[in-house]
């Protein structure tokens, strides 16, 4: 079984876990519809539509009287 020969200096292990931290901001497009920031390539969470076409049915308080 291996064994490490030396210890793994805390810069390493800093360095090595700081990798995993990472965070990736997602880009956002305008929804051609309503104008809301979302995804793209996804169902715009505002309004439902995908290109042009009503995919998801979205309450909103206004509707749901």
Do not use: D, F, W
């Not at 810069?11 to 876990?17: A, E, T």
């Not at 497009?29 to 042009?52: D, F, I, L, W």
């Amino acid at each position: 079984m291996a064994v490490p020969k030396r210890r793994t200096s805390s810069s390493k292990s800093k360095m090595r876990r700081a990798a995993n931290e990472k965070i990736v901001v997602p880009n956002l497009v305008p929804c051609p519809e309503c104008g809301e920031p979302s995804v793209p390539h996804r169902a715009c969470p505002s309004c439902g539509k995908y290109k042009g076409k009503q995919v998801t049915k979205v309450s909103t308080p206004e509707t749901a009287e």
